[in-house]
């Protein structure tokens, strides 16, 4: 059975920074490409970044490069999602979602403009969601 579970949300000022965990269950981020998604409260879901980390690619959707990274854990199955410089825009439900690598998910994804559909499609393993307040 695959899993991922987020975390890590709270609370944080305007200009702060949060790191957000996602940690895998049966499999490893070496054979799964790793996204972040976030649903602000009202809004459709949106695409942060997709990444394979075995060779280290990152798509970043374009309103989030230079403020969100992604890193790997100590483990072969977590990663972090970091943010800075956060805005109040930025508050939402953080998703972490994986893919098989071996279907491209990353490049099917970032390069349809983040479609949800096929966010669905090529990510099929979501977490539950991690809430992230970022205070004016």
């Known amino acids: 059975d695959v899993q991922l579970q987020a975390s890590g949300g709270g609370l944080v000022q305007a200009g702060g920074s949060l790191r957000l965990s996602c940690a895998a269950s049966?499999?490893?981020?070496?054979?799964?490409?790793i996204s972040w998604f976030r649903q602000a409260p009202g809004k459709e879901r949106e695409g942060v970044l997709c990444?394979?980390?075995?060779?280290?690619?990152?798509w970043y959707a374009d309103s989030m490069k230079g403020r969100f990274s992604i890193s790997k854990g100590s483990t072969k199955n977590t990663v972090y999602l970091q943010m800075n410089s956060l805005k109040p825009e930025d508050t939402g439900v953080y998703y972490c979602?994986?893919?098989?690598?071996?279907?491209?998910?990353?490049?099917?994804?970032?390069?349809?403009?983040?479609?949800?559909?096929?966010?669905?499609?090529?990510?099929?393993?979501w977490g539950q969601g991690t809430l992230v307040t970022v205070s004016s």
């Open positions: 979602a994986a893919g098989d690598q071996r279907s491209s998910p990353c490049t099917n994804v970032a390069g349809t403009a983040w479609a949800l559909h096929n966010a669905y499609r090529y990510l099929p393993v």
């Open positions: 049966g499999f490893t981020f070496d054979d799964y490409a």
């Open positions: 990444s394979t980390i075995s060779d280290g690619s990152t």
